[in-house]
Structures are given as structure tokens and as C-alpha cells.
């Protein structure tokens, strides 16, 4: 029968006795998982922001009308050139709406469906700003504003104002950051624009939007369903677009080509409008997982290194202990029990250390104009870290006092005393 308290004992003695050899041990453990903890939270919190950034402002699915050539050209309509190969040169887009037929029962049926979070529609005007002799052109969108604050998270883009003042304003305006800026504009201000057709209305500026894309800042701004569609001067059921959002993005490809065979819209889903995005973000998590483990791999060699030296000196230890009546067993359960305990010790340091890096990390500035609202790094304080951590130090720990200890208790106790 094994006797735990002597082993336990001894196994304390020996860690006690040889406490360089063991602080040594437990700091290679320490560092090891640290250092994974504090590079996967940071990496995978930085993934994790630069994917925010673009699903947050981009629908699971996007219904509207595309702008597209007839499919069947006035040619095959005559039946003496059925049989011909015909060639036909600067085919023009057939006369269509750029709104969507019947978009309020569309909204109220997606928004009726069990898999859909939310359906937002949306108005796409293209428009002039004018300050004085400066014209510049531009895209107004006309939005369900407290929908879009729910959906889309706009809350975090709004660097001035907010999307209650826009709600509650008739003819306010959320302007982009780079309009205002070469407008030298400002919230309280009134700005006009003009339509394609050249009517000229004022609104009053509301609020700043930067979505940390300067393509996007110098011509987007935001108004009202209701004022967009006066000023196009068009009926309450006038809808360009259409935005839904889903529980499940997973779901956004079958669902977009349901949508689009059953409402005859083009629907457009989310791996689809950002396919180089998608790419994008599996290289990141690969490296990221990829050094990540190849950075645990290291640890355990170097865990396994230490503990193969410590039980290799105390080999005398093995014989003595062989010598007064311990079992090979028992002088195996002895080193093993050294290597968890290191491995324990040293694990929780790692997490503790891991958890401190971290938070310093997320507590340094991170301030750039791209992204207004971001004022610290990204960490990702992922329970499953902390976890794969532990479990990792004390596998490897209890690995490398197996190999080495299984190997003493097959030694000769004689051999060792005559030194040979």
C-alpha cells in the first residue's frame, strides 16, 4: 500500500533542500504560460477588434435591386434569328427601380421570422454638399436610427453627438468626420445639400460619424428614413434597401439565396460582400494559433529539460531511498509528485503573471484618429486560455517527471553507491 504522507514528505524535502533547483523549475513553467497567456488574450483581442470593425457596420444579409442588362436581349424575340449565333455590342441596363417592390410587407415578414435578430430598411441618395463655393459629392443614407444603434452598434462611431438627437430631429444630418472636416463644420451647424436632380435642402448637423475608414468618412453621412424620403420628395413605403441581421451569420449564405428566389432581389450575404476580409482573418487566427502552440511546445521542452536535470541529481537520493526499503514505485511517485507540484506552482505564477501582463496591456493608450473610439488595446480575457494554460503545465510537467522517474526506479541502488 502506498503511504502518501511519507511520499509527499519526502517529495517536500527534496524541494526545500534543492530550493535553487526547484524555483528554477517552476520559472521555466511561470514564463512558459505567461507568455502564451498574455500573446493569445492580446493577439486574438486585436483580431478580435479589426473583425468588430467591419461586421459591426456590415449586415448578415443585404437585400436590394441590382442594376443588370436584360437577361433576354430584343434579338431573341425574333424567331428568324433563333437558330443564329447572335453578337450584340453596347447592351444597356434594362429600366428598372432602384426601390424595392413591396418593401414594407418584406420588413415586416423578415422581422416575423424566429432565425432573424433584426431587418433594418434603408434609403441610398447620392447628393452634393455645398458650404458656399464648395461643392462636394457624396452618399446620404436615410436609416431606422434606433434600429441601427441596436443592430449595428452605431453608438460606437459616433465621435459628436448622439442617435437621439438625430431621432428626434426632422431635417438633422449625422455628418461624416471627413465632410465636417473640409467643411470646417461642426455639430450645431446647418449644412445644404443637393439632390442629383438639383433641388437644395438645409439640415441641421446632429452629429459626427467616423467609422475609421477614410474612403467611407469623406462622402457618408446619415438622416432619417422620413427626411431622406421628403427629400427625394418619394411616398413613405420608398426603400432602396433592406438590412438583416441574424443570430446565426452561419445561416446568412442559404437564407440571402432563399431571400433572393422568393422576393426577386438581389441578396447579398456577408462571406460574400467581404470575401478578402474573410481570408484575412483566418491567416491572422492561424498565425495566431500557430505561435500560440509552437510557444507551448518550447515551454514543455524547457519544462522537461529542468525536471530531467533535477531528478538526475539527486540519483544518490534514489539510491538511499531504494537502499532503506522503498519500492521502485514508490521512488517514482516521489519525483513524480515533485514534477506536479512544480507544475502546479508554476502554472498558477503563469496565470497570475499572464492576467497581470494582460491587464497592463489593456490599460496602455491606444489612441488614433482611423479609430476614435478604441482607447486602449484589445485584450480577449477568454476563460478557455486560462484554462488550456493550467492544463498544459501540468501535462507537461507530469510528462517530464514521468520519462526521467520511470527510468530511476529501474536503476541498480548498488550501482549508483559504487558510482558506476
Known sequence: MINWKVILGIAKTHMVTKMKSTVTASLGVTFGIGAYITLVSFMTGLNKMLDDLILNQTPDIHLYNEIE???????????????????????????????????????????????????????????????????????????DVMEEVRLYNMTDYIVKGTPEALQNTENGILLGAGVAKKMSLDVGDRIQISTVRGAVFPLKIVGIYQSGVSDIDNI??????????????EAENYITDINIKLFNMELAVPMARQLEQQFKVKATDIKEANAQFETGTTIRNLITYSVSITLLIVAGFGIYNILNMLIYEKMKDIAILKATGFSGLDVQLIFMSQAVLIGVIGGLSGLVIGFGLSRLIDNVAFETEALPTITTYPINYNPWFYVIGISFALLSTFVAGYLPSNKARKIDPVRIIRGT
Open 220 to 233: 457618408q453621412s446619415f438622416a432619417k428614413l422620413q427626411t431622406v424620403q421628403r427629400i427625394l420628395g
Open 69 to 143: 442588362p436584360s437577361v433576354k436581349q430584343p434579338i431573341a424575340f425574333f424567331e428568324d434569328y433563333s437558330n443564329a449565333f447572335n453578337i450584340v455590342h453596347s447592351i444597356k441596363p434594362k429600366q428598372s427601380q432602384t426601390k424595392i417592390h413591396n418593401a414594407l410587407p418584406i420588413l415586416n415578414h423578415l422581422r416575423n421570422k424566429e432565425a432573424i435578430r433584426g431587418a433594418t430598411p434603408q434609403i441610398r441618395a447620392q447628393i452634393f454638399y455645398l458650404s458656399g463655393s464648395i461643392e462636394l459629392g457624396g452618399n446620404l443614407t436615410g436609416i
